[in-house]
């Protein structure tokens, strides 16, 4: 695989966007990948735990709100 998701936010934080949609786009784009490293975090919580009811309480909260603390 290419570039790790962190340097691709880093990459895509450097790009300059010209356009409103440009920049929805790149914002959209970067807080799908933050969602998707929170969420591998939680099921990595969880293999350790074993408390599966929890995680995808928290799972639902980061895809709902966008909740990624």
Known sequence: MGMTIDKTIEF????E???????????????TMRKYQKIQEIVKNT??????GSAFIDIR???????ID
């Open 12 to 15: 895509f934080n450097g790009l």
């Open 17 to 31: 966007c010209h356009t409103p949609q440009a920049k929805d786009a790149r914002d959209t784009a970067i807080s």
């Open 47 to 52: 293999q350790q735990l074993c408390s599966y």
């Open 61 to 67: 909260e980061v895809i709902e709100d966008g909740k």
